[in-house]
């Protein structure tokens, strides 16, 4: 079966950093995009940063950029992202999910489009 799980998450003051990781087993990693969703209690869940299958595009949330970085590690299977001076509003669950040769993401992609989704980790981000 696919699984995608992700660790990393925690607790962080304002201003800190940290990576989160979500291995992949169970698919061809190298043909499937990779993408982190989060959802904060009673929010929609929402795209926050994506990375193409063939790893040449990226897309970020505008509130982001600048501060996160998606990666991907395909010997590894895994996909990876780095999240530094985190606000308090980045507070929630991050989701971890997989499209088959997903390219192009936008404001607009819904998470009904991904093909497979992790359990989440939780970040809290609080002084």
């Known amino acids: 079966q696919v699984q995608l799980v992700e660790s990393g998450g925690g607790s962080v003051q304002p201003g800190g950093s940290l990576r989160l990781s979500c291995a992949a087993s169970g698919l061809t990693f190298s043909t499937y995009a990779m993408a982190w969703f989060r959802q904060a209690p009673g929010k929609e869940r929402e795209l926050v940063a994506a990375?193409?299958?063939?790893?040449?595009?990226?897309y970020y949330k505008d509130s982001v950029k600048g501060r996160f970085t998606i990666s991907r590690d395909n010997v590894k299977n895994t996909a990876y992202l780095q999240m530094n001076s985190l606000y308090p509003g980045d507070t929630a669950r991050y989701y971890c999910?997989?499209?088959?040769?997903?390219?192009?993401?936008?404001?607009?992609?819904?998470?009904?489009?991904?093909?497979?989704w992790g359990k989440g980790t939780l970040v809290t981000v609080s002084s």
């Open positions: 990375i193409s299958w063939r790893g040449n595009t990226t």
């Open positions: 999910a997989a499209e088959s040769r997903g390219t192009h993401y936008s404001d607009y992609t819904l998470p009904a489009r991904m093909d497979y």
